[in-house]
């Protein structure tokens, strides 16, 4: 019996220590790495990816106010709107790919379908007009809130990473499931600010 309730802690422990793909994507808004994520911290984590004042302003309020109370089932309203990231795949809203699973885990079947289904013009990325498409066919009958969330988090992400020619790449995209693009984009913003200085 013992060691069984022993295999039972290694492998909690061990699933800890590895977040899925889902907590590594809101990981980069957790500025001071305590698991928790505050709307200034959101704000923090779009101002780094270059977002203007009044985007990150709306994006912080919206996400936190949003997300706050799914990831902290059980517990009592906070007013500070507290988003825990262990938490985070209770807050997996629908209206979307299920391009994440309900752990929070990536499912490259669904990323493929994803592009099969709507990449007509170029096959490695998404046009404005597919992207509309995209959430229109995800769309779930009197799901207004799942297609809000959806909606905003596709059109920022279009807002932000699309190419000059107006695609979203696909290579872009699934960088968002890893939760490697955020960081990356800091680090683009940093070298540029970099650049800039010592030109000037």
């Given at each position: 019996m013992a060691s069984s309730s022993n295999n039972i802690d290694e492998e909690e422990i061990e699933r800890k220590e590895e977040p899925t793909p889902l907590e590594k994507h809101v990981m980069f808004f957790d500025i001071n790495k305590d698991g928790v994520i505050y709307p200034w911290e959101t704000y923090k984590g779009f101002r780094k990816i270059g977002s203007g004042v009044l985007l990150s302003t709306v994006a912080s309020i919206f996400i936190n106010v949003g997300l706050s109370g799914k990831t902290r089932p059980g517990k009592w309203p906070s007013p500070l709107f507290p988003i825990e990231v262990k938490n985070i795949k209770f807050a997996k809203h629908t209206s979307d790919s299920d391009i994440y699973d309900?752990?929070?885990?990536?499912?490259?079947?669904k990323f493929e379908e994803l592009f099969n289904k709507h990449g007509r013009t170029n096959a490695n990325?998404?046009?404005?007009?597919?992207?509309?498409?995209l959430l229109k066919a995800n769309k779930q009958p009197k799901d207004f809130a799942g297609h809000i969330a959806a909606k905003s988090e596709w059109k920022i992400l279009?807002?932000?990473?699309?190419?000059?020619?107006?695609?979203l790449p696909k290579e872009t995209i699934r960088s968002v499931y890893d939760g490697s693009l955020f960081e990356q984009m800091a680090k683009e913003k940093q070298s540029k600010k970099h650049r800039g200085k010592s030109s000037s």
């Open positions: 309900t752990e929070g885990r990536f499912v490259p079947e990325a998404l046009t404005g007009e597919e992207l509309d498409e279009y807002l932000l990473c699309k190419d000059e020619n107006g695609l």
